[in-house]
């Protein structure tokens, strides 16, 4: 059965902090991994990421794949209060139209 | 420019009752998705649409739901008889191309179901 782990599940940490966000998967006929930021109801996009090694960055965040051992991780560096929300992460196979999805972490930035 | 939206934002419903929910996706968008978020729970896939078609309905949960897009743009997912367990967030997305990565989220809707 095709699934995506993200670990922690929550996690508090004070502004300034460096934090690093799991997600491991199994899924049949990988494409891709994507990373999402959620806050109040809509998720927004991050990265996404096909090939193993590369890292992806944008500003404080970045992120890399590792499709040897199915995983990939997030990390946040000098976190703000802003970077507070759920971390989404979503494996899409190349068969089908769908993406699985894990149930998130919680992020929680506090001053 | 416009994004995604969808209405209702909040919908409170009985029981047994029937709910249409809205998306409006960005103009030009061929393709349309449906999410579920459930408390406690990842994002569930529910449809999705390549211009007017839904080649892959497998997401939906039970013969309750359904989903038309008519224009290649506004797509309304409805919900028969509706259950306590249907109470979610309704999270439509649109992309340029079929399976894009950049997928575009609206607000969602809000269901609850008393």
């Known amino acids: 059965e095709d699934k995506v782990v993200q670990s922690p599940l929550s996690l508090v940490v004070h502004e300034g902090d460096t934090v690093t966000l799991n997600c491991s998967y199994e899924?049949?006929?990988?494409?891709?991994l994507l990373w999402y930021k959620q806050e109040k109801k809509a998720p927004t996009f991050l990265f996404m990421l096909?090939?193993?090694?590369i890292e992806k960055k944008s500003g404080r965040l970045s992120s890399i794949l590792d499709k040897k051992e199915l995983f990939s991780i997030l990390n946040i560096t000098a976190t703000q209060t802003g970077d507070s929300a759920i971390y989404l992460c979503?494996?899409?196979?190349?068969?089908?139209?769908?993406?699985?999805f894990g149930t998130g972490t919680s992020l929680t930035v506090i001053p | 420019g416009a994004g995604v939206s969808q209405s209702p934002s909040n919908k409170v419903t009985e029981k047994g009752k029937d709910v249409e929910l809205r998306c409006d996706p960005i103009?030009?968008?061929?393709?349309l998705y449906w999410y579920r978020q459930s408390l406690g729970q990842g994002l569930e896939f529910l449809i999705y649409?390549?211009?007017?078609?839904?080649?892959?309905k497998s997401g939906l949960p039970s013969d309750r739901f359904s989903a038309e897009r008519t224009g290649g743009s506004v797509s309304t997912l409805t919900i028969q008889r509706t259950q306590q367990e249907d109470s979610a967030v309704y999270l439509c997305?649109?992309?340029?191309?079929?399976?894009?990565?950049?997928?575009?989220f609206g607000p969602g809707t809000r269901l609850t179901v008393t």
């Open positions: 997305a649109s992309s340029l191309y079929q399976l894009s990565y950049e997928q575009y």
């Open positions: 899924v049949t006929n990988f494409r891709s």
């Open positions: 096909t090939s193993s090694g």
């Open positions: 979503a494996v899409e196979p190349n068969t089908g139209n769908q993406f699985y």
């Open positions: 103009s030009g968008h061929t393709a």
């Open positions: 649409f390549q211009g007017n078609s839904a080649p892959d």
